[in-house]
């Protein structure tokens, strides 16, 4: 079945350092969604690619989506703590009826 | 836009009981819904796809009859774990399909924290 590949599983950096996070796949996906999750909530989207090589911010956040459409990549700039939480990137899987295949999480502490 | 609201938040009951949960899109239409199952330092994992006016799809593994899902309307979905026992407690997290101009995005519930004594 499909998979995606999440790294790094944790990172502890100190505020205002960037952060990059990536996924990457075996199989082709149509969609790549990057999702952070705080305790006890659910995901909330941060990103969302549509197109193979789209580049997207969303404030200090920037995606992109792999010209090969089977890896993303997601870099944080200039940490704060706030960003602590968890950061899952997903695929939507256009068979069926698009379910999304999650990564394993990136967990982010950031130290003040 | 694009809100999604689960009830209840959280809920504790006593094994062999039933616990039903409400998914709903506020501001959108969701022909498809999805529930997941978090467990503490995991990911989200898939349990059914919901459509509206159909029957669901469950995942490999998860039971249909335990875990039952209706999508009554294209705003409300809603799971019910039957007979519920202490390995059932989890998070639960439901998620529905936004669609517009051709792309598709999953905006995901506030989730659902199920603890069964």
């Known amino acids: 079945g499909q998979q995606l590949n999440q790294s790094p599983q944790s990172m502890f950096i100190q505020e205002g350092e960037d952060v990059s996070m990536n996924c990457t796949s075996s199989?082709?996906?149509?969609?790549w969604l990057w999702y952070k999750q705080d305790p006890g909530e659910g995901p909330v989207l941060l990103i969302a690619?549509?197109?193979?090589?789209e580049l997207t911010s969303n404030g200090r956040l920037t995606a992109q989506f792999g010209i090969t459409r089977k890896d993303s990549f997601l870099n944080i700039s200039a940490s704060i703590p706030s960003d602590v939480g968890i950061y899952f990137c997903a695929g939507l899987f256009s068979g069926g009826y698009n379910k999304l295949i999650f990564g394993a999480g990136t967990r982010l502490a950031v130290h003040p | 836009g694009a809100v999604v609201s689960q009830h209840p938040s959280w809920v504790i009951c006593k094994s062999g009981t039933s616990v039903k949960i409400e998914c709903r899109s506020l501001d959108f239409q969701a022909t498809t819904m999805f529930w997941y199952r978090q467990f503490p330092k995991q990911s989200l994992m898939l349990m059914a796809t919901?459509?509206?006016?159909?029957?669901?799809?469950?995942e490999q593994g998860v039971e249909k009859d335990k875990f039952l899902i209706n999508h009554a309307s294209l705003t409300l979905s809603t799971l019910t774990v039957t007979s519920a026992h202490p390995e059932d407690s989890s998070f639960y997290i439901c998620s529905a399909t936004a669609s517009g101009r051709g792309r598709e995005t999953q905006y995901f519930g506030p989730g659902t924290r199920l603890l069964v004594l």
């Open positions: 919901s459509n509206e006016g159909s029957k669901a799809t469950y």
């Open positions: 690619l549509y197109k193979a090589g």
């Open positions: 199989s082709i996906f149509n969609t």
